[in-house]
Structure formats: structure tokens, C-alpha cells
């Protein structure tokens, strides 16, 4: 009856309910000093991880080894150039954007291009004037001054056409894998991947179908972390590439991220156009295999028919002549 008498006295119910409320008065107002900053602890592990990601970006692109194309040019090369001053006597103001879609980066592509533009020409003419020397004798002068000026004029413009010749058959490596790389993204962004992550691991899974689409995804990636707009590095991809394919999916991320569109609904049609691209340049390439083979038919495939179908019409003739001899 005594432990009921206290339990049940209202002054020690009140005192109880008093101690409960200063208890947890104190607990209201310590809690948020004593919880762990999850927020900030989140915000850093992803300044963290975007640091890492810059760092490494960067000693990629210092390395220039694997995922970048960057050689150092030849000794005699660069002293020829310099000593020569071919770059202001050669200068291309396009040559930039040439190397840049041929894959080539760095100062040094610039001098070996400036050092074959003004070597090649002086090869290729004494190689003519060789062959007239040697072999050509008989030829008429105007012939002989038009073999060794073709000669000079050849190596002169070799140089742009290897470029040119690199350029296209980069863009269309790239393109080949461009849709499957773009689903591959619209996989990873979905699933809560930045941009930057998702074209970092799409770069890695794209590199054994197509290297040359993983370094593009690797030097973006590594521009979108240190570029002070994203937008710079979208348009550089798709200046980069030179396609239409590319420069669509660059505008719309630009614009996915100026006005807060979803990223994964702009990469899913960009998708699907990129394939539909693809298959319009695989049907454009079936319809012109036919005027493509009627010239090889007409040498090739023709005389062998009419030697299996007229032969054995000549051959009973020229015998039955000889019977009748």
C-alpha cells in the first residue's frame, strides 16, 4: 500500500513529470550539437571525390599516354621548324581545328605538320627528278617539268589530305559507337550518376568497341571538372567530332542543365535519333553499291559469261569446220 500511496501522491507525479520535461528539454536543445552533420559530411565526400576526379583528369591529360594521343616531335624536326620559322611562313589558321579532329593534340603535332609541309615537297620532287633521270629520258621537257612540279605539289598538299583522310575515318569510329555509348549513359544517369560520372564509366566500357569515343569521354570528363561553364566543354566535344549527331546531343545537355530539364528524357531521344542517323548512313551505303558495281561487273563479270556461254558454240563450229576440211 505504501509503493501505491507514493507512486499514486500527487506531488511526486508532478516532481516526475517535471524531471521528464527538463529531461527532454535538454535533450531538444543538445541534439542538434551532438548529431553528425550528415549534409556536410555528404557535401565533402563529393568535393572529395570531384577533386580526385580533376586530379586524375589532369594527369591524364599531362601524361597524354594511352587515353590521349601526344607525342614529343622529333630534335631535328623542331630545330628545322624553328630555325626556319615555318610555322609564320606555313601558317593555316585552321590547322588547330584539323589536328584536333584528326585526334592529334599538343605543340608538337603542329611542328611535325609544319616540318612534312615544307619537307615533303623537296622529297617528292627529287624522287620525280630521279624517276626522269633514271627511267624517263625519253620523255618530252614539258612532260619532265610536269612530272617533277606534280612531284612538289603532291608533297605540299599530302600533309591535309592524311589529315583529312585521319579526320574522317576518326569521326566514323566514333559515330559507330556513339548511340550504343549514348543508351549506356541514359543507363547510368538514370540510376543517380552525374553527367561526368556516367561519361567516365560509359569511356571505360566503350574503350574495346571504340578508343577513340573513350578519349573523347575522357578529355570532356576531365573538362567539365576544371572549365569554368559546362557548356564549354559540351560545345568543344561536339567541335571535337565535327557531326551532327554530336553537336545535337551537346545542345541538348546544354540546355538540359540551363533549364533544369531531365537529362535522362534529352539523352533517350537523343538516342534514338543518333540510331536513326546510323541507319540512314547504313541504307545510304547499300543504295549506292549498285552504280558502284556495274563498272567491276562490266569488266570482270561480263567477258567471263559470254567466254562460258559463246566458248562451246566456237568450239563446236571451229570443229565442225575441221571435219568438213
Known sequence: MDIVDTLTDPLNVAGALAAMACFGTVVTLAAPAMSENKLGSRLKEVAKKREELRKRSRADLAKGVG???HKDANSFAKNLVNKLNLQKALADDTLTEKLIRSGLRGNAAQTMFYFYRAALPVGFGIAALVYIVTLGADLALHMKAAAVVG???LGFYAPNLYLKNLADTRRTKIMEAFPDSLDMMLICVESGMSVEMAMQR??????PASVELAEEFALTTAELSYLPERRMAYENLARRTAHPGVKAVAMALTQAEKYGTPVGQALRVM?????????AEAEKKAASLPPKLTVPMIVFFLPVLF??????AMIQVSQMLAERG
Not at 567466254?307 to 562451246?312: E, K, L, N, S
Open 151 to 153: 612531284g612538289i605539289a
Open 202 to 207: 560509359v569511356g571505360q566500357e566503350i574503350a
Open 307 to 312: 567466254a562460258v556461254i559463246i566458248g562451246p
Open 67 to 69: 587515353s590521349l594521343q
Open 271 to 279: 538516342a534514338k535519333e543518333n540510331r536513326d542517323l546510323r541507319l
